[in-house]
């Protein structure tokens, strides 16, 4: 099993920049591909930013390219998605998801493993 923990959420003005990690633990070994989704209110978990362990593969919701930053640190079985020039419409429940498949990374049905979510909240 893998636990998945989020952190680093929270509220803050339009414009500003949040980090979002991710700790993990349990066996990870088994993981390929980590991923960000999240899911504002009245719709659904949709897809954010995803890598693989060794940061050889990233993709990124195409709308969020270039905001967002997705990252690891393997010392500390850590994911991060830095959150750049936030918006309101980035208001969300933000969760952190692990799948140790190779398939579409930007699906959610192919993930194994979330964490209980976060709440970021942007005011304008």
């Known amino acids: 099993q893998v636990q998945l923990v989020e952190s680093g959420g929270g509220l803050v003005q339009s414009g500003h920049s949040l980090r979002l990690s991710c700790a993990a633990s349990g066996r990870t070994v088994n993981i390929n591909y980590w991923g960000w989704f999240r899911q504002a209110p009245g719709k659904e978990r949709e897809f954010v930013a995803a890598m693989t362990w060794n940061g050889g593969r990233i993709h990124y919701a195409d709308t969020l390219k270039g905001r967002f930053t997705i990252s690891r640190d393997t010392a500390k079985n850590t994911v991060y998605l830095q959150t750049n020039s936030l918006k309101p419409e980035d208001t969300a429940v933000y969760y952190c998801?692990?799948?140790?498949?190779?398939?579409?990374?930007?699906?959610?049905?192919?993930?194994?493993?979330w964490g209980q979510g976060i709440q970021v909240t942007v005011s304008s």
């Open positions: 998801a692990g799948t140790g498949r190779l398939g579409d990374a930007t699906d959610r049905a192919n993930y194994d493993y």
